[in-house]
């Protein structure tokens, strides 16, 4: 354990430096080989375009995904995302990160999920955090979006510090959590994976389970290209030693949110926020200790129809975490 906290400590002291508010901008765009594996899938998942884009897809007989070869200790993680089009209630497609594969007990995850829907009706996103195991406290949010992300690509990144985790939609902050004292173990503190998958979510995605797949209209197919990883990796096997990406790329890293992002993100959620775990009643008795309630809010959300979570389907069997040597190895095999 005092290996493990020495290492969280040298991450925090030697991690590149995350300056002004921006996009992914001039990140380097990695290939499918550089930075991902095949999770799940078999046959559906696809690469494209030299390795730049990655197609997967949902099926009758399986989903599909794909997760990132090292762990990461904070950073910036991005992707744009084409989903699938036309009836596609029941659907899921998720990006997120999470050390459930390690830590199963008291895991730590951030989300991204986007719920599929019946024809002429809008695809929804969730996003949700979890720390140290803590699934009995659900942190989620779920909103609609400006345009139509089945359409064209549109861009999904979260930026996950030692103090705060914010998600962006096209560049655009929709949801801030900053780290407080009464959150305790309950914000995300070790080293995760980034996994983008496609599932069935049948028994709740779509109106708490009332619209289920339709494979009629399979296969259904989410598209990903732009793939970022940029932050601190963590040797899983040593657990000890630590390296972060090159400083001079930081300038295009997000470190929190300017008073204009600021503007734009409450425009947002006042305008596309469905629901709020801080104004569900029936989960909490008291909303959870970082909430701020607005009455006019709450009156707001009230509209909408009750939500309904799902479980974790979308974690298909475990995998071996490689360290940055023994990829190399395998790469030149």
Same mark, same amino acid.
């Given at each position: 354990?005092a290996?493990?906290?020495?290492?969280?400590v040298?991450?925090?002291l030697?991690?590149?430096?995350?300056?002004v508010?921006?996009?992914?901008?001039n990140?380097?765009?990695?290939?499918?080989?550089?930075?991902y594996?095949?999770l799940?899938g078999?046959?559906?998942?696809m690469?494209?375009?030299?390795?730049k884009?990655v197609h997967?897809?949902?099926?009758?007989?399986?989903?599909a995904?794909?997760?990132s070869?090292d762990?990461?200790?904070?950073?910036?993680?991005?992707?744009?995302?084409?989903?699938p089009?036309?009836?596609?209630?029941?659907?899921?497609?998720?990006?997120?990160?999470?050390?459930?594969?390690i830590y199963?007990?008291?895991?730590?995850?951030?989300d991204?999920?986007?719920?599929?829907?019946?024809?002429?009706?809008?695809?929804?996103?969730?996003?949700?955090i979890?720390?140290?195991?803590s699934?009995?406290?659900?942190?989620?949010?779920?909103?609609g979006?400006w345009?139509?992300?089945?359409?064209d690509?549109?861009?999904?990144?979260?930026?996950w510090t030692?103090?705060?985790?914010?998600?962006?939609?096209d560049?655009?902050?929709?949801?801030?959590?900053?780290?407080t004292?009464?959150?305790?173990?309950d914000?995300?503190?070790?080293p995760?994976?980034?996994?983008?998958?496609?599932?069935?979510g049948s028994?709740?995605?779509?109106?708490?389970?009332? /619209?289920?797949?339709? $494979?009629k209209y399979?296969? %259904?197919? *989410?598209e990903? @290209? +732009?793939?970022?990883?940029?932050?601190?990796?963590?040797?899983?096997?040593?657990?000890?030693?630590?390296?972060c990406?090159n400083?001079?790329?930081s300038k295009?890293?997000?470190?929190?949110?300017?008073?204009?992002?600021?503007?734009k993100m409450?425009?947002?959620r006042k305008?596309?926020?469905? /629901?709020?775990?801080? $104004?569900?009643?029936?989960r %909490?008795? *008291?909303?959870? @200790? +970082?909430?701020?309630?607005?009455?006019?809010?709450?009156?707001?959300?009230?509209?909408?129809?009750?939500?309904?979570?799902?479980?974790?389907?979308?974690?298909?069997?475990k995998r071996?975490?490689?360290?940055?040597?023994?990829?190399?190895?395998a790469t030149?095999i």
């Open positions: 354990m290996k493990l906290v020495n290492l969280f040298h991450v925090l030697t991690c590149c430096v995350l300056v508010s921006g996009s992914s901008g990140l380097p765009i990695l290939s499918f080989d550089e930075g594996s095949h799940f078999e046959n559906n998942l690469i494209h375009r030299d390795g884009s997967i897809s949902l099926d009758e007989r399986t989903g995904g794909f997760v070869q762990l990461y200790l904070h950073g910036f993680f991005s992707a744009s995302i084409k989903l089009a036309d009836y596609t209630a029941g659907v899921v497609v998720a990006f997120y990160m999470s050390n459930g594969d199963e007990k008291n895991h730590d995850e951030l991204f999920e986007f719920l599929g829907n019946i024809r002429g009706k809008d695809w929804r996103i969730q996003t949700n979890y720390g140290n195991g699934t009995t406290v659900g942190r989620e949010e779920r909103y979006l345009f139509d992300p089945s359409e690509f549109h861009q999904y990144s979260i930026l030692e103090n705060q985790i914010i998600f962006y939609v560049n655009v902050p929709i949801r801030e959590i900053k780290r004292k009464a959150m305790g173990g914000f995300p503190t070790k995760m994976s980034l996994y983008s998958t496609i599932w069935d028994d709740w995605a779509t109106n708490g389970g009332k /619209y289920r797949v339709n $494979y399979a296969p %259904y197919v *989410a990903f @290209s +732009e793939l970022v990883l940029h932050g601190c990796t963590v040797d899983p096997i040593e657990q000890s030693s630590t390296k990406d400083a001079q790329s295009s890293i997000p470190t929190g949110i300017t008073s204009e992002q600021r503007t409450e425009g947002f305008k596309h926020m469905q /629901y709020s775990y801080c $104004y569900d009643k029936i %909490y008795k *008291a909303p959870p @200790s +970082e909430c701020a309630i607005d009455p006019r809010e709450a009156e707001r959300l009230q509209g909408f129809d009750p939500v309904t979570f799902g479980g974790s389907r979308r974690r298909h069997g071996h975490h490689r360290s940055r040597s023994s990829r190399a190895e030149s």
